[in-house]
């Protein structure tokens, strides 16, 4: 049960670039979640998905974009990539909208 | 609007010795849950303990106990007998809806 999975673990980008940072959870959650976490701060939402086909935005969506095809999987796009999209990107999931939230061990991405 | 506030930006604690970290939150709902985060150097975010709302008792883990004060929405964490791998940044959290809000966190460091 590898639980939420998270790739790359770190990459760098040049401004205006793109790519996506992929998501995989196997516990058959039905709500996954992204947030960027910037240094020394807290957690910021992205988007989020109450289940496959359904998706909506969160506190910071500019500037990305997300798709949920499956139950599995949650990407999130990166258009245009900026020095300010530097973070540091959480994937979570849960089985309801009230329960703990399952995290996954981050990719770290500079952008110059 | 849900809020959740960390008053302290950082704190140190003595190995062995007791510590308690403050959070707040706002919510219009009467049932809940409320959880603290721990984030280690490795990034990795660890559920330390969860409060139901409608639970009197508060919750206790092992060396983490929680002091829930529902009329004052005040949900703050005790660790006793703090040791070093308790270094870490603390997140409480609130789910309301389809999300969660996290405060901004606060820094412990477990000095030896």
């Known amino acids: 049960n590898a639980g939420v999975t998270q790739t790359p673990k770190f990459r760098i980008l040049k401004i205006g670039q793109s790519m996506t940072l992929q998501c995989t959870q196997d516990m058959n959650h039905n709500y996954m979640y992204w947030y960027r976490q910037d240094p020394g701060m807290g957690l910021k939402l992205i988007y989020y998905s109450v289940g496959a086909g359904i998706t909506d935005k969160g506190e910071v969506p500019n500037g990305y974009n997300v798709s949920r095809s499956t139950t599995e999987d949650f990407p999130l796009r990166l258009e245009l990539a900026a020095p300010s999209q530097t973070s540091v990107y959480f994937c979570?999931?849960?089985?309801?909208?009230?329960?703990?939230?399952?995290f996954g061990p981050g990719t770290r991405l500079t952008v110059l | 609007a849900q809020t959740v506030t960390q008053s302290q930006p950082e704190m140190s604690v003595q190995e062995a010795e007791t510590v308690t970290l403050s959070c707040t939150y706002d919510t219009s709902e009467n049932n809940y849950y409320l959880f603290w985060y721990k984030q280690p150097p490795s990034r990795q975010m660890i559920l330390v303990i969860r409060?139901?709302?409608?639970?009197?008792q508060n919750a206790t883990e092992n060396r983490f106990s929680v002091n829930f004060q529902k009329a004052a929405k005040s949900f703050s964490l005790k660790i006793s007998d703090s040791q070093l791998g308790d270094t870490a940044m603390y997140f409480c959290?609130?789910?309301?809806?389809?999300?969660?809000?996290f405060g901004t966190g606060t820094s412990l460091t477990v000095i030896p």
């Open positions: 979570a999931s849960t089985p309801q909208s009230y329960n703990e939230q399952f």
């Open positions: 959290a609130l789910p309301t809806g389809n999300q969660f809000y």
């Open positions: 409060q139901e709302a409608y639970k009197q």
